[in-house]
């Protein structure tokens, strides 16, 4: 990533091509915009060179979902024949990368002085579904974050097509032994919508410099789309570094010790313990006993079938379950709740969604749901289940989210039937109820510490269009689909041929889906709040995918290096995401053991596809960040 010095730089030093208008403000952090930046018949020069021959990638993890040239500061290194073709472009990365410009900065963010030598910089096109979720931007010797936006001159951008940088402020927490920390707020406070020809910086702050990339969402239909122009959020984005060795301001060992302090103060104070929801597993009192007898008592299953459906109830499809779950350390079965439950279930969820919600955190919390936190890890709505004395109610004054949590779910009787469903013997459980509100929440991929554990998901989400078959019937447990039917990758990126895409992408990918993926054994005490997916297309680390789906239960065994995450839920989604999150901690599984956990699922290969229980379909290709 590095290029000629300034004095080496082809001769552009800016004059003659920045205009230099900057409004800066402190709030939620150090921020500058500058209007009208670039000599617009160049900045328009640059636009048709981009269009014309510069090749994009789609890339997509848990973070983002964007479309990404090359890195720019490879320019240098191309043909004679390939730069001729990009004569504006080179020259506008120059300019940016001056002496005069850098100054003038480093002046307005207070970072000190910037790298000429070490350009970072990238197109990246948002188009309609396309996002960036929460982060900070500290990675290695990174000073400034910028975007240049090169968006329709023609057809001026408009606020409610989205694609705004947003800034999120933070919250300065203080423990019992004096360590403070600081923690973004879960509601972004500065909107900074793209515009042709704007540059919007800011330092990169460990900690602090919080944002995200607000989706670029869909038109009502493809003419809007197409009046539009597209809705393609085009930009230049990259980083101002430290100086090296050579330049100005270049300090040894000063670049060694920004990484170190920025790691220092990204962890500084325990940050895990500002989380929310925390961890709240209940130890099981009195265990279950073996779940060598396949038998319920007669008052067992009277208090099931208010609950779950009888095909789940018989001996025959208990095996059948069993079977599937031994072979493939997890299983999905449609239809688990009652017709009756269900009907009730989907009463009132349709009824919470119909109630408008408020507009900020604080006022959703003044009611039965919370805000997780922080958003450079995860963001929804959750229920857990309350205190003990709650459980003395009927189960006929509790609304049946909750009813799930503090009834159906820790009973003896359902953990008794998840044992002889998986052969585990269960020590404990946690609880949770989530909604991921379309246009705003997600959860980040993370791993588990500790020994593999089962892990349910119960879907409750009553809208269609997440991408499952939609000539489904609603089933109540009369089959079992096969295990990951309702698998979908994390796409590979694959280019686009030369021009930017000038359709909407696939309107039924709205997101919302549970991903199980295998760790990075190098990055195992990495950030868990961030994975990576592989460039090679022939690397498949995705081992299991739920779809938002309707009364249908998951159960994974997963194992601590398994790394899980629900995508962020667009805009254009018909409805929110639900579901029931639970996890029952099980004794350790002797080495022996046919069930192996879900990490070893990714060696197994597929089976045929007519059997009842098939395993995985190949997966589509991933790629790396």
Known sequence: MKRKADTQSNGHDGKGILKKRAKTDSEPYKYGVISSLINDELLRSVRSEIKDNVHFTPKETDIYKIHQSGDLANLDGLDNAALEKLPSLLRLRDALYSTAFRKYVATITGSGELSGRKTDMAINVYTPGCHLLCHDDVIGSRRVSYILYLTDPDIPWKEEWGGALRLFPTKTFEDENGEKTKVPSPDFTKVLPPAWNQLSFFAVQPGESFHDVEEVYHAANKEALEKEGGRIRMAISGWYHIPQIGEDGYIKGAEEKWGANSSLL???????????????????????????????????????????????????????????????????????????????????????????????????????????????????????????????????????????????????????????????????????????????????????????????????????????????????????????????????GTPNGNKIAEEEDDPEDVGGHEVYMAGDDDEADGDAAVYKTFSDAEDDNVLFTMLASWNKLSIVLRDSGVLKFVKYVSKSAKGDRWDISASYGVKEIDDGDDVEGLEEMVALESSDEEEVFNGFPDSEDSDSD
Not at 430 to 439: C, M, N, T, V
């Open 266 to 492: 990204q962890l500084q104070g325990n940050p895990d313990r500002y989380d929310f929801p925390q961890e709240q597993p209940s130890t099981v009192e009195i265990p279950i006993e073996s779940a060598d007898d396949k038998g319920f008592e007669e008052a067992d299953l009277d208090f099931l079938l208010k609950y779950m459906a009888p095909t789940y109830l018989t001996p025959d499809t208990l095996e059948q379950v069993s079977e599937q779950f031994l072979e493939m350390s997890s299983v999905t079965l449609d239809g688990l709740l009652s017709k009756k439950y269900a009907e009730k279930m989907k009463t009132y969820i349709e009824k919470q969604e119909a109630t408008p919600l408020p507009p900020t955190s604080a006022e959703i919390e003044k009611g039965s749901w919370k805000v997780a936190r922080p958003p450079h890890k995860h963001r929804f709505l959750y229920r857990q289940p309350s205190n003990k004395t709650s459980l003395e109610k009927e189960s006929s004054e509790l609304d049946p989210i909750t009813e799930l949590l503090q009834v159906f779910l820790p009973s003896p009787q359902f953990r008794k039937w998840l044992q002889i469903a998986t052969e585990c013997e269960i020590e404990n459980y946690d609880l949770i109820a989530r909604r991921f509100r379309k246009g705003l929440d997600y959860s980040l991929a993370t791993s588990h510490d500790g020994q593999p554990r089962l892990e349910l998901g119960l879907g409750l989400t009553p809208t269609p269009g997440w991408g499952a078959d939609e000539d489904e019937e609603e089933g109540d447990g009369d089959e079992m689909k096969p295990n990951g039917s309702d698998k979908k990758s994390i796409r590979a």
